[in-house]
């Protein structure tokens, strides 16, 4: 049952409106304030600090749940959220789902629970449009969509720069080319269809493989791919499975690019610094960040208006580890 500034008001005998007075430092007397914060602590009231904010034009939390800390698109994108926030006055709550749906449903609670003032969300494959139905709070969805459209999104076109990747390879002289792509978004998923359009356009078979996005089964994915298709290249979905292809690659003596080529996703800055360079797909993660958070301002101001989805473009940065063959 959830308990309100009139239950509070009960308990400590006087008016609603001198318990707002009273939480918001008002004029009141000690005594009365005295009562009043032990009504609070007797009833176990959680004051709606976001709507108090909004109400004082003070600063604001914000909530950001992401999958995946570990990958450093998120990470990035953390910092560039919370740069953003910065500027606009607000603070930064972030949690961490590992992909888990267990784990984001009781950080949807935890961000109801705390009544942060709005949320930025990259949501996992298991999160149907449904279950934010009754989510009360702004949400702006980042890196991922859900179907229907029925929430403010930041996304990527991934289905172009995946061609982006393979258009390159193809031109490079690669013609047996790999895929591995991430099982648990609809980021990765949507790699793959990309990866398998633009290949059929070039009249070439795909070979696709999925896997959890982590270093662990990256490798054990593209050990039993390389082992079986004997590929001439390689595209990654996820900046994790780039590193986990070189290890494994430097473990099995093949050399990159001669025998195998390697293209990938997310601009990190030791992909510039090994030998060879690795080509990727450059993500705007600054403007995933800003646009999320202008966003979601907008949504707390006017949650009324229409949603939107913002796309942006991949930029693809080649280097030496696609040299041509």
Known sequence: MTVGIKDVARAAGVAPSTVSRALGKGPVSPEVRRKVEAAVAA????????????RSQQSMTVGLVVADIRNPFFTQL???????????????FLCNTDEDPAREAMYLDLMAEERVAGLILAPTRALGPKALAGFQVPVVLVDRALAGGRRDAVVLDNIGATGQLVDHLVATGRRRIAGLFGATSATGLERRDGF???????????????AAPSPEAGRKALAELIAAERPDALVLSNGLFVGAALRLCRDLGISVPRDLAIAGFDDEPWTSLVDPGITVIRQPVDAFGREAMVMLQSRIARPDQPFRTVVLSGEL?????????
């Open 78 to 92: 953390s910092r560039a959220v919370e740069d953003e926030a910065y500027r606009a006055g607000m603070r930064v």
């Open 43 to 54: 009833t176990g009231y959680r004051p709606n600090l976001a709507a108090r904010q909004l």
């Open 196 to 210: 398998r359009a633009r290949m059929q356009d070039h009249g070439l078979q795909p070979i696709v493989a999925t």
């Open 317 to 325: 940065i080649a280097r030496g580890s696609t040299a041509p063959a």
